[in-house]
T-cell receptor
């Protein structure tokens, strides 16, 4: 368990507004990830980070940006939210020894 | 491109009725195959990692096995509390996890 928390846990917003989701870990893991989970698609990688200020794109990165200024925090930003970004968002951190990813509790985002 | 296919999509069992879930994969340079359990409204919970063909791991009523093309999650004498969605994922040379769509297991008392 990587001691991962996510905030907020639920959010409803309107199309065109910016949204930032926060992921916080307590175990000092180097790698962190953002996924979205939608019915019929499973978990898909949005962005990931392999260290402070080091990030890269995943499978579904369009419309999203990330930042990591501290090891423990990984932020996901939707610059201008769209209805297609309504989803459940999960953050994960990977252990350094066994490559196992541990997930946070998720954020349910609704874009109206 | 790494791919994971899980079957069946849904499975209903009676309590005590053993069965298996399948995870077929194609990956370039397998670094690990992972099984997770996910309860409604919660994040995936890590169960097992398998690294090479022939490897097996057990936890309570669950046993995971791995071949070069697929993995099985065997559930022996399941209980209602085993009801959940089980996710399979692989990590290849890209060092990113690719997930299957999951198998929703329901165990009736």
């Amino acid at each position: 368990d990587a001691g991962i928390t996510q905030s907020p846990r639920h959010k409803v917003t309107e199309t065109g507004t910016p949204v930032t989701l926060r992921c916080h870990q307590t175990e000092n893991h180097r790698y962190m990830y953002w996924y979205r989970q939608d019915p019929g698609h499973g978990l898909r990688l949005i962005h990931y980070s392999y260290g402070v200020k080091d990030t890269d794109k995943g499978e579904v990165s369009d419309g999203y940006s990330v930042s990591r200024s501290k090891t423990e925090d990984f932020l996901l930003t939707l610059e201008s939210a769209t209805s297609s970004q309504t989803s459940v968002y999960f953050c994960a951190a990977r252990t350094d020894s066994y490559n196992e990813q541990f997930f946070g509790p998720g954020t349910r985002l609704t874009v109206l | 491109e790494d791919q994971v296919t899980q079957s069946p999509e849904a499975l209903r069992l009676q309590e005590g009725e053993s069965s298996s879930l399948n995870c077929s994969y194609t990956v370039s340079g397998l670094r690990g195959l992972f099984w997770y359990r996910q309860d409604p409204g919660k994040g995936p919970e890590f169960l097992f990692t398998l690294y090479s063909a022939g490897e097996e791991k057990e936890k309570e009523r669950l046993k995971a096995t791995l071949t070069k093309k697929e993995s099985f999650l065997h559930i022996t004498a399941p209980k209602p509390e085993d009801s959940a969605t089980y996710l399979c994922a692989v990590e290849g040379g890209s060092e990113k996890l690719v997930f299957g769509k999951g198998t929703k297991l329901t165990v009736n008392p």
